[in-house]
């Protein structure tokens, strides 16, 4: 069974930073790409940042140039570091692995980690 669990939300003021940290764990061959997604209240979950097997980031067009996503290929864990924060950043954020191969060779389209809230202040 792959799990997710992620690290890092809180509370702090516009302007400030935070860096998320998400960690798969779980008899584990490969993850194709890593991903965050949020979702505040009301709110449909959106895409924040992803990172691909083979490097290629895709990032939220509200987040570009503030928000950076990394990828330990090895550890099995990915980051988002967030600076320069917005209040319309405060959300549930969540961690999510899809396309995770197992060693014994099961394919699960999607894991999904169990979230951490962020809360940003103006």
């Known amino acids: 069974q792959v799990q997710l669990v992620e690290s890092g939300g809180g509370l702090v003021q516009a302007g400030g930073s935070l860096r998320l940290s998400c960690s798969a764990s779980?008899?584990?061959?490969?993850?194709?790409?890593m991903a965050w997604y949020r979702q505040a209240p009301g709110k449909q979950r959106e895409l924040v940042a992803s990172?691909?097997?083979?490097?290629?980031?895709n990032y939220a067009d509200s987040v570009k140039g503030r928000f950076t996503a990394s990828r330990d290929y090895a550890k099995h864990t990915v980051s988002l570091q967030m600076n320069s924060l917005k209040p319309e950043d405060t959300a549930v954020y969540y961690c999510?692995?899809?396309?995770?191969?197992?060693?014994?060779?099961?394919?699960?389209?999607?894991?999904w980690g169990q979230g951490t809230q962020v809360t940003i202040s103006s």
């Open positions: 990172i691909t097997s083979d490097g290629r980031r």
């Open positions: 779980g008899r584990i061959r490969s993850i194709n790409t």
């Open positions: 999510a692995a899809l396309g995770v191969t197992t060693v014994q060779g099961v394919v699960q389209s999607s894991t």
